[in-house]
């Protein structure tokens, strides 16, 4: 008598009943066939319960990859088959694994050929073939890809990938019903998984749609398999097009927060308030950091508020010296929006500022602007009037002229490569996607005096894998002219900025969190 396979066959099921009694059946020799149900409504499990190897466990749908890497969690054994519910194992791969799993050899991946199936009839085309897969794999060794869709084996600089021999036969789809539903949730899943991450248009799916349709039925013979190659093309090609829109429409749904830090400079504040009432694009909420400034500043805050329907919330804390940090802080813990604007309270914005730094916001990006610096008479001149003032690169009371150019074809040119330097760290013009600012934490809250919280903050999201972009030619803001704040404190806080780099930390102790519930700074 044969011995079992010291192996568990691991499949995600919902609604599985088509196939499974043939797939089960050749997966007989296996010690555990390990099914993880996000949902069956039919006899998925009442067919489980016929074979005696079959394990069956639960899980609401998390993505594809963290499906199948809780399932590698939840088998008996460490070498792991992933398999589909719709894909049947002939008896020549059967064997090839059990010889594999029998060498134990952990840093060996296994891979296999699939042969698919459209309507019961075998197709070698439309990009279906050769369908060469990675699929049999030591757990204590490698995992999935934790993607929602389109996941992969991580392959490790140590492995040694190998082809199984035998096959897998894959029922792919029975119709065009089948090809269209898979479609619409792979795409949804492939917009979701990349929102706010990579750039989309809906001329680039239309440009990935036709390439994807000219690929598969012309270059990868789809013509070859009349109607049903047509079909499986076109399908393709509007699953290209489909997950480009989708991306595109939901990178248009983001929020932005614009915080503004202030102390004791209600004039500027006010003006710097209407411009962020002006702007082409509105923020979805303003946030006055107030690091303990008098009665005069809740009136301006006020003032506002009254005269527009977009949230303003006045963020103040008690004075006890500059605490910039703390106060960022608190006004991040506050805020509801995707996406976080930092200005500070003297900055009055172009009317495209906030439209600019949309242009370029992706996660994992760190987007640093510019100032234009204002003359101390041109100040005073704004301040006076006290109206919001017109202001380009052509006023007058402006230094290094050209920071005020605002184009876009330039803008394009500076901020399209990422980097990692600190120099020219200044919160005044910054902007960020929340979650980023979470995941270390926020500020340092033990940054007291002037200097280096910004750069000991943006250090630690460098560690955590962000880039800076920088933004040129665009995201304008005309900083109103002040004497410089003392510099008592920046032999502590270079010291703060120097474990930081030295540690490469990435959460600060004293951050967010002390503000906020720990499971949203943990992203829970």
Not at 114 to 121: A, T
Not at 230 to 235: M, N, Y
Not at 481 to 493: G, I, K, V
Request: hydrophobic residues 35%; charged residues 25%; glycine residues 6%.
């Amino acid at each position: 008598m044969m011995h079992t396979i010291p192996a568990t066959a691991a499949m995600l099921v919902k609604n599985s009943e088509r196939y499974l009694s043939e797939v089960l059946s050749a997966l007989k020799d296996f010690d555990e066939v390990l099914l993880l149900d996000n949902g069956s409504t039919d006899r998925t499990f009442e067919i489980a319960k016929g074979f005696p190897n079959v394990s069956y466990y639960k899980h609401d749908f998390i993505g594809f990859g963290p499906m199948k890497n809780l399932a590698a969690r939840l088998a008996q054994n460490d070498w792991i088959f992933s398999i589909d519910s719709d894909e049947v194992a002939d008896e020549a791969l059967i064997e090839a694994i059990r010889a594999a799993v029998l060498e134990n050899e952990k840093e060996h991946i296994f891979s296999l050929s699939r042969l698919n199936h459209y309507h019961g009839c075998l197709i070698k085309g439309c990009g279906w073939y050769p369908d060469i897969i990675p699929r049999l794999y030591h757990r204590r060794f490698t995992r999935f890809s934790d993607r929602q869709v389109h996941e992969s084996l991580v392959l490790p600089q140590e492995a040694k990938v190998k082809q199984l021999d035998g096959r897998l036969k894959h029922y792919s789809f029975e119709n065009a019903e089948g090809l269209i539903q898979k479609m619409q949730q792979y795409s949804s899943l492939y917009a979701e998984e990349n929102r706010f991450k990579k750039d989309s248009s809906p001329f680039k799916a239309l440009l990935h749609g036709g390439v994807s349709f000219v690929k598969n039925y012309l270059l990868k013979r789809g013509f070859a398999y009349g109607a049903d190659g047509l079909t499986i093309s076109v399908s393709n090609a509007q699953g290209s097009y489909y997950k480009y829109v989708k991306l595109y429409e939901r990178n248009r749904t983001i929020t932005v927060s614009l915080i503004i830090t202030t102390y004791n400079r209600p004039d500027a504040l006010e003006l710097v308030l209407k411009s962020a009432l002006s702007q082409t694009r509105l923020p979805d909420e303003i946030i006055v950091a107030d690091d303990g400034s008098r009665q005069e500043t809740a009136e301006v805050v006020d003032f506002i508020r009254r005269r527009t329907s977009i949230p303003v919330k006045h963020s103040w804390q008690p004075d006890r010296g500059f605490r910039a940090a703390e106060s960022r802080n608190r006004a991040l813990a506050q805020a509801k929006s995707d996406y976080i604007v930092l200005i500070d309270g003297d900055m009055v914005l172009d009317p495209s500022f906030i439209a600019d730094h949309l242009k370029i916001a992706r996660k994992g990006r760190l987007i640093q602007g510019s100032r234009v610096i204002l003359t101390e008479d041109k100040t005073q001149d704004i301040l006076d009037e006290g109206d919001l003032p017109a202001l380009s690169m052509f006023s007058s009371g402006i230094e290094k002229r050209l920071s005020a150019l605002r184009c876009r074809c330039l803008a394009k040119l500076a901020g399209r490569k990422g980097n990692r330097k600190h120099k020219g760290i200044k919160t005044c013009n910054m902007g960020f996607f929340r979650s980023d600012a979470l995941a270390v934490n926020g500020f340092d809250n033990s940054f007291v005096g002037w200097g280096r919280e910004d750069s000991e903050f943006v250090a630690r999201c460098y560690h955590n894998g962000m880039k800076r972009y920088n933004l040129k030619f665009a995201g304008i803001a005309y900083h109103l002219w002040h004497n410089e704040a003392e510099r008592d404190s920046l032999p502590q806080n270079d010291a703060l900025l120097e474990a930081t780099l030295s540690e490469r930390k990435i959460r600060c102790v004293h951050g967010v969190s002390d503000f906020i519930k720990d499971e949203e700074v943990a992203g829970k």
